[in-house]
């Protein structure tokens, strides 16, 4: 296969989620940090074949989507239509502008996406109008008629449909805009109807749907599962000398001396950054905001700590706590802790509670006990996902 197929995704959310409860649809509930939409969005965003992702919304839900969802260029929104049908045309048509050759279309309630299930289906299209995974049943499987059992039927000869679906584009599109029956509850159906031939590959358990509120449990549970702690250690120290006043862990306090230092000298801010660098293997403050610069000169050490944060949100992952001492006889820091907390957690983009900081003096011994200096220790543990 050659790389100038084009691939476009089509994630659809534009249901209503209403079996789950709660105040928002499903696909926007939180299962860590994120919700089931913005998994699959990120997912297709960085699989390198698909060029463009369609996200099917729904009309009262564009601002909830913008808000829960993170997205670059290569995601652009689409609205829903009356149901599931409408919604997935209206994305085939936006697509028919510039014809993809492939479409991969998936429920924004799925979000275990698995790389090489998607290669798999991709690979089989040039053969096939349309892929889709399917799960065999383990389960005995009895036809019904009303309360009674009618009879065993042969479980080999069924599968369960899950998504994500792969289609050549224009079979697809055909098949949305001849049909005529609004009862289909996935997409190859109407290749189906068509007489076209779908074939089926391994589907994976743990693509389930985000339905109730016990598969809701469960994805937390599995992206938990999924993800491992790590921990960043960070320390700096500052000299005092001449000048009013001084900025630690954010907070301007009054005293009758400063910390000197290339930026605000905020020393506690300092070893806060060398530690969430550190959990994620970034190196340190000085390979990135480097002392010899002058764009650094007497600026707020807010800039870095941001920095640091926003790396930790590009490798997706979350901040689980920071504490910080602080080292010094003076200035007292018990008046300030409340505050320091509250704007160091800001800086996090955590709760307070999961913010500690502390002081404590070296009684008098070496240069911190002498007052020539303050010293600050930082310790955050981070959760990562296993890539
Ligand atoms: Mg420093």
């Known amino acids: 296969m050659t790389f100038d197929i084009k691939i476009a995704a089509v994630i659809v959310g534009a249901g209503s989620g209403t079996r789950l409860g709660g105040n928002i649809p499903k696909q926007y509930q939180l299962i860590d940090h994120?919700?089931?939409f913005a998994k699959c969005i990120r997912f297709f965003e960085n699989f390198p074949k698909v060029s463009k992702v369609l996200a099917v919304v729904a009309n009262k839900h564009e601002t909830l989507f913008r808000e829960k969802c993170t997205f670059s260029s290569t995601t652009e929104i689409v609205l829903g239509g009356a149901d599931r049908i409408s919604s997935v045309k209206n994305a085939l048509v936006k697509l028919s502008a510039d014809e993809p050759d492939f479409v991969i279309i998936h429920d924004a309630a799925r979000p275990f996406l698995k790389e090489e299930l998607v290669d798999t289906i991709i690979s089989k299209l040039s053969s096939y109008e349309g892929v889709i995974p399917i799960l065999k049943i383990s389960d005995t499987v009895k036809r019904l008629d009303g309360p009674h059992v009618e009879k065993t039927v042969d479980r080999s000869l069924y599968g369960r449909a899950q998504t994500p679906q792969g289609f050549k584009f224009s079979s697809i599109f055909k098949a949305y805009k001849t049909c005529k029956e609004r009862n289909q509850t996935d997409d190859s159906g109407f290749?189906?109807?068509?007489?076209?031939?779908?074939?089926?590959?391994?589907?994976n358990e743990d693509l389930f749907k985000i339905t109730y509120e016990k598969d809701m449990e469960k994805a937390r549970l599995m992206t938990a599962?999924?993800?491992?702690?790590?921990?960043?250690?960070?320390?700096?120290?500052?000299?005092?000398?001449?000048?009013?006043?001084?900025?630690?862990?954010?907070?301007?306090?009054?005293f009758n001396k400063s910390l000197i230092g290339h930026s605000d000298a905020d020393v506690a801010l300092h070893a806060l950054t060398d530690a969430l660098l550190g959990a994620i293997g970034m190196g340190d403050i000085g390979d990135h905001f480097p002392p010899t610069k002058e764009e650094w000169s007497g600026k707020s050490s807010s800039t870095f700590i941001e920095f640091a944060v926003d790396a930790i949100k590009q490798k997706n992952a979350k901040i689980i706590n920071a504490d910080l001492t602080?080292?010094?006889?003076?200035?007292?820091?018990?008046?300030?802790?409340?505050?320091?907390?509250k704007r160091v957690a800001d800086l996090l983009q955590v709760e307070p509670c999961q913010v500690n900081v502390k002081a404590t003096t070296t009684e008098g011994l070496g240069s911190i006990g002498r007052k020539e200096g303050i010293a600050a220790n930082a310790i955050v543990s981070v959760e990562i996902p296993i890539s």
């Open 34 to 36: 994120e919700c089931s």
């Open 326 to 341: 602080l080292i010094c006889e003076k200035p007292k820091i018990s008046p300030f802790k409340e505050q320091m907390v």
């Open 225 to 254: 599962a999924l993800s491992k702690t790590r921990v960043g250690i960070g320390y700096d120290v500052h000299q005092l000398g001449e000048g009013a006043g001084l900025v630690l862990c954010g907070i301007q306090i009054p």
């Open 191 to 203: 290749l189906e109807n068509m007489g076209l031939t779908v074939l089926h590959v391994s589907g």
